[in-house]
């Protein structure tokens, strides 16, 4: 099963893509967490990705493309895939669907998260992961049964991300609504499109969401 979870940063996707991840037995594919694994590790396509990411824009496609064509290939992701934040243009779309084709795949859904732009500021910059196991927790809407330690894996190593500043998070915004909006047109014209509301709490939409993906696949 190919699944995509579309919708603008801070919308949730990597929250809900991990806990489908344990529902389905997917695997979750993150261009933003292969980009940053890529910029720690100090590769060619991680130099080229640091700046931009830190200034908010989006990286070329050519490099997120052999990112995520490399990471498909992986035999794990013979389970299923849930795509967070990939494709997010027209073109890396295309890529994605010619991708799938060559080993007669197709795409299940495509789920949009939909949300209020002045909502995400908040959830992001509230934002942090166990550096160690990497749960996601939020200052107030996910905040970890004792300071600073996880509490999947009592890890205390808690990390920010360099680009969940306001100003950041701003541009990301304009990156969606310009580059990435587009898609929920193309996947409505494949017939693929499913919206959910994404405002509630995050068990609700992971019961949404969970139907979705058991009607899907
Ligand atoms: P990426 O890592 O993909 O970041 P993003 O799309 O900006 O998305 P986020 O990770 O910020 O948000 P999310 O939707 O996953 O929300 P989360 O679940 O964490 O991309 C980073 C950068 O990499 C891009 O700017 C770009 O430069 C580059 N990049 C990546 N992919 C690319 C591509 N395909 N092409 C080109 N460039 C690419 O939730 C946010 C917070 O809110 C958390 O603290 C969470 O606990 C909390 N929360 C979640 N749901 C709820 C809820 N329902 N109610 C309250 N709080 C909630
Ligand atoms: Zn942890």
Excluded: W
Aim: hydrophobic share 45%.
């Amino acid at each position: 099963a190919v699944l995509i979870l579309l919708g603008p940063p801070g919308a949730g996707k990597g929250t809900q893509a991990r806990m489908l991840e344990g529902e389905f037995g997917l695997v979750q594919l993150s261009t933003g967490d292969l980009l940053r694994a890529a910029v720690a590790a100090g590769t060619e396509a991680g130099k080229a990705a640091k700046a931009v990411m830190e200034a908010g824009e989006l990286v070329s496609d050519d490099i997120v493309i052999n990112i995520l064509r490399d990471r498909l290939a992986e035999p794990d992701c013979a389970r299923g895939v849930i795509l967070d934040g990939f494709p997010r243009t027209t073109v890396q779309a295309q890529a994605l669907d010619a991708l799938l084709a060559e080993s007669g795949q197709g795409i299940n859904a495509a789920i949009s998260l939909e949300v209020d732009d002045a909502a995400m500021v908040t959830r992001i910059s509230g934002r942090f992961t166990c550096g160690d196991c990497g749960e996601g927790y939020h200052d107030t809407f996910k905040a970890p049964k004792i300071a600073e330690t996880c509490d999947k894996c009592g890890g205390t190593g808690m990390k920010r991300r360099a680009d969940d500043n306001a100003e950041t998070v701003a541009s990301r915004l304009v990156a969606y609504h310009e580059q990435t909006a587009p898609l929920i047109a193309y996947y409505t014209s494949k017939g693929v499109l499913k919206s959910i509301d994404a405002m509630g709490d995050i068990d609700a939409i992971a019961a949404e969401l969970g139907a979705i993906v058991k009607q899907a696949t």
